[in-house]
């Protein structure tokens, strides 16, 4: 796609840097929230309650949605990189692994990404808890 853009430079004609189009509509309107309309087709709730989850999304964003806490990690950030973690390996189509109170299985790779994961909640009776 074409990108309009300018560049910038001083009274003495030393480069100071590009704006583009949505640079100026901004310092007018504000900033426009476009990570919204990213993180509903990230995760999408699905009718039997499972959610799909994109390999990529934000281990805190996921967290803010699910109502889970992952926890802090080094190295990673998303939830394709928790995954691998838990794993210790790159997963297979069909890997699932428990997060939290979440059963998750890998249900697309591209290649040796993760690129969509089935999020399904684990459901405790208090049978479970006797056992």
């Keep these: 796609s074409k990108v309009h853009m300018a560049f910038v430079v001083d009274e003495y004609g030393a480069f100071e840097g590009v704006v583009t189009a949505t640079d100026l509509l901004e310092m007018i309107a504000g900033d426009f929230n476009e990570?919204?309309?990213?993180?509903e087709t990230a995760v999408r709730k699905r009718n039997d309650g499972t959610w799909a989850v994109d390999g990529q999304i934000d281990l805190d964003e996921l967290g803010e949605i699910l109502g889970e806490d992952f926890g802090e990690h080094e190295g990673f950030h998303t939830v394709a990189g928790l995954v691998l973690h838990h794993l210790s390996r790159v997963p297979n189509e069909g890997d699932i692994l428990q997060l939290g109170r979440f059963e998750v299985e890998v249900i697309d790779m591209d290649d040796r990404r993760i690129d969509k994961l089935l999020f399904r909640p684990v459901i405790h009776t208090h049978a479970d808890d006797a056992a």
Excluded: L, Q, R
């Excluded at 990570?35 to 993180?39: K, N, R, V």
């Design 35 to 39: 990570s919204h309309d990213e993180t």
